[in-house]
Each structure stands twice: as C-alpha cells, then as structure tokens.
C-alpha cells in the first residue's frame, strides 16, 4: 500500500468543516488503498509569515523525491510558486474553496489570494475540489484544467431521524462564528419573527473572531433575544448529534459554501433546512428539503422561517424529503475512493 502524506496546516482537530473532513478522509484511506501520514504545516495559512513559509519548505523538501502529498488548499494556494517549485514531490491540492472566496476580504487581499492560488495550482499534478461549483470555479477562474480536477465530495455518516419532540419549535444553526456564516443576517432575521414560538441554538466555536463574536452577543441582546438564542459554542460529536435529534428546523445563512458539510448532515438527520442560494448550497440542498434565500438578506430568510414554523405539515413534508435525500448522500468510503484516483494520478 504506497503512503500518501497529508500536509495540513494548524490543529487537525479545529471542529470545522474542512478539518473534520481531513480527519475522516484519513480514516477513510487505507481502505481506498492509500496509508496517510498526517504531515503538520504552521498555523499561519492562509498568511503565513516568513518563518511559516520557511518551516513548510523545509519540511517539504525532507520528504524523498516524487512523494505523493496530498495539501490542503489553506496552505497550498497561499505558497508562492517559487517555493513549489522547488519539490520534487507528486502533488495533489485539496481545495474545498479558492481563498480569494472568502467574504470579507479587502479588494487588495482578493486580488492576492487569487494570484498565488492560480499560479500555486497550476503546479500540482491533481487537484482535488469538495463540491461541483468549486470545480466549475476553478476551472473558470483557476485556469486548472479539467483533466487534472477531480471532484470528492465530503461524506456523510448514517444519521437517526430527528424526533422534534419539543412543543415549541427548536432552530439549530452550527457553524463557527465568523463573518462569512452570516451570523448577524441571522440575528436580524429572528428579530422579525420574535412574535412567533421558537427556541434557537448557535452551536460553533466563539474564540475564531473575537469581533464577531462580540457583534453577535451585542445584535442578541439588542433585539432582547437572550432568553430565545443560546450560544452553545462547540460540541464534540455526541453532544452534537444530540442538539440535532432535537431540532426542528436547521438554518444557516452563510455569505458563501464550498460545500456545508453541516446541511448535508442536517438532512441525514431528516432536519429541513433554510439558508441561502450561494455557493454550493444549491447543490447540498435540494429544493424540495428546505427554502433558499437570497443572501445578506434577513426580511427573506425571516419570511422562510416564519413560513416553517408556521405550517406544520408543510414543515414535516420538507422533513420526509429531507430524510429520504439523507439516506443518498456519499459516505466518506465514496470520498476516500475518488481522492484515491486524484492521488493515483499525481504518480509520474
């Protein structure tokens, strides 16, 4: 079985999306033919400093020449092309979103980030992408030519059916608190419907962006929500899966998704679900399980939460829909085997 090093910046075990996707696809691996050297990068990507840069291309060059590694796009599109160009390695880039992609970011940063990650990708042999809109986006916009790209989508584990037993209706939201997840269009949009029943919690990490954070503390309180939302901050897994035994409704209105892992999981758990139609979420959510919105806009997601919660049956109908598309879904045996064919096709 031919190793494979997985270089990954920061602590693989961030409960994100893209960590917890890392995590599994290395459990998953050996059983798609490959054994995976977790390979840590510094912490600074995806604006690493000079010693950051440094450390990841001296422990890059360590490795024997034509290596297989498998890096995480975080790093790999943040590397300037003179340091990649120096390896010896057979490459394959895993990009869950390009970097330029995420909201928020000056002009001037954009423009950088979509410099280096076009000018870092065209040097990886493979290049592996989470969802079908990034591999339309980087073929677009990358100049990554469709013949290297290889689409693996995150999997999802068999999930029990929500129960939503509550006699008031529970909303869950998971996600970080950072200002692409949207967090204060959702704050904005609950105030709306204050006049409805409802419980809502914010599951996900308050330590990524202290000014979030504080915006959101300061929005709920602002609306007199503090009884109504509860910031749960993260969970581990049973705890997690049990928040979403209990919900109602999921939603999320992120700015942009490279894929939503945590949709997909809503809908293993038969959980409808309302966000918006950005990004990859119109390909995580199909249109007969939740309600998309546009985004940035809380007089929309408010009126799709108010038509949820107001209509019982049609909630439930959304929820049977749910249900049945979660039973489809990849498990991550499905996204251990097409990373497998990208890391095949690096080989010289």
């Known amino acids: 079985m031919p190793d494979v ?24 691996l050996p059983a798609a ?25 001296n422990t890059l060059l360590a490795l024997p020449p034509e290596t297989p590694v498998l890096m995480d796009g975080l790093a790999f599109g943040a590397l300037p092309r003179a340091v990649i160009e120096e390896f010896d390695l057979s ?21 950088r980030f979509k410099d280096s ?37 995150p999997g999802t584990d068999a999930a029990p059916r929500a129960h939503n037993a509550g006699p008031i209706p529970k909303l ?77 409704v999921f939603v999320l209105p992120s700015r942009h998704e490279g894929y939503g892992m945590v949709f997909a999981e809503a809908l293993a758990h038969g959980i409808p679900v309302v966000a918006c139609a950005t990004g990859a979420v119109t390909e995580t959510v199909p249109t007969n399980t939740g309600i998309l919105v546009p985004p940035e806009d809380p007089t929309a997601l408010a009126a799709a939460l108010r038509k949820m919660l107001s209509n019982q049956a049609y909630r439930r109908h959304l929820s049977e829909a749910a249900w049945v598309h979660g039973q489809t879904l990849p498990r991550w045996t499905n996204t251990a085997a097409q990373v497998a064919e990208a890391l095949w096709a690096s080989l010289p």
């Not at 390979?39 to 604006?47: E, I, T, Y």
């Not at 970097?99 to 940063?109: M, R, V, Y």
Request: no cysteine; net charge negative; glycine share 6%.
């Open 117 to 153: 990650e076009r000018a870092a990708l065209a040097l990886a042999q493979s290049v592996v992408a989470t969802s079908l809109h990034t591999v339309e986006t980087l073929a677009r916009d990358y100049n990554v030519a469709r013949g290297r790209l290889y689409l693996a989508l």
């Open 33 to 57: 033919g490959w054994f995976p050297h977790h390979l840590p990068l510094p912490a600074g990507f995806p604006n690493p400093s000079d010693a950051d840069i440094a450390a990841t291309r």
């Open 172 to 248: 869950l939201t998971v996600a970080t608190l950072t200002h692409r997840k949207a967090h204060d269009v959702l704050i904005d949009a609950l105030a709306r419907i204050s006049d409805l029943a409802w419980t809502g919690d914010l599951v996900g990490s308050l330590d990524r962006d202290a000014a979030v954070t504080a915006n959101i503390r300061s929005l709920i309180a602002k609306h007199g929500l503090q009884e109504r939302v509860t910031l749960r901050g993260e969970m581990k897994d049973a705890a997690l899966a049990k928040i979403y035994a209990g919900a109602d």
């Open 91 to 111: 490459l394959t880039a895993l990009v869950h979103h390009p970097l330029a992609d995420e909201t928020g970011l000056p002009p001037a940063d954009v423009a």
């Open 5 to 28: 090093f997985f270089a990954i910046p920061g602590d693989l075990e961030t409960l994100t999306g893209g960590y917890a996707y890392a995590r599994r696809l290395m459990q998953a």
